[in-house]
């Protein structure tokens, strides 16, 4: 199957897509502020600068996009075209989250992963559900957690 629009058209498409300051991080973080959590965003002190830093908590939050980061949900679908590139995009990318998860781990950092489907879908959960799941996490001592649309969440 071909891309329905041409190369200079789909280049410029992806250019625009964002990966800081995502409405889902400024969703999270606005949630986070009105419990009065204060925070640091694109931590540079670590390597990945973590999308938000809590370091009273020893905490990381990252709200990963489901697309990019190959999670296995309702808004994750195999692009119908260039399949080696985007396996091959994908490998990497979760490559990446292992690394810098363990890196941040090795760090004494707690890391909680919010995914997209929580937030936007079919299948997302309610603001009030997402910042009590990050309030009750962030004062347990759970070194991860994951909150996804309407699964379970871990920790």
């Known amino acids: 199957m071909t891309d329905i629009v041409d190369q200079r058209t789909r280049s410029r498409m992806m250019s ?21 959590y204060r925070f640091r965003k694109h931590y540079d002190r670590l390597p990945g600068k973590p999308d938000i830093a809590l370091p009273k908590y020893r905490a990381l939050i990252l709200v990963n996009g489901c697309f990019w980061h190959g999670h296995d949900c ?16 994908f490998s990497v990318n979760i490559a990446r989250d292992r690394k810098l998860f363990e890196i941040y781990r090795q760090a004494g950092w707690r890391v909680l992963t919010i995914w997209e489907c929580s937030l936007k879908g079919k299948r997302r959960l309610s603001e009030t559900t997402i910042v009590d799941q990050m309030t009750a996490w962030l004062n347990s001592a759970a070194s991860e957690g994951d909150i996804q649309g309407n699964g379970p969440t871990n920790f």
Not at 23 to 28: A, G, R, S
Not at 74 to 89: E, G, R, V, Y
């Open 16 to 36: 625009g897509i964002r990966g800081k300051n995502t409405k889902p991080e400024v969703l999270i973080r606005s949630l986070l502020h009105s419990r009065g």
């Open 74 to 89: 309702h808004l994750f679908k195999w692009p119908a075209t260039n399949h080696d590139f985007w396996k091959q995009k």
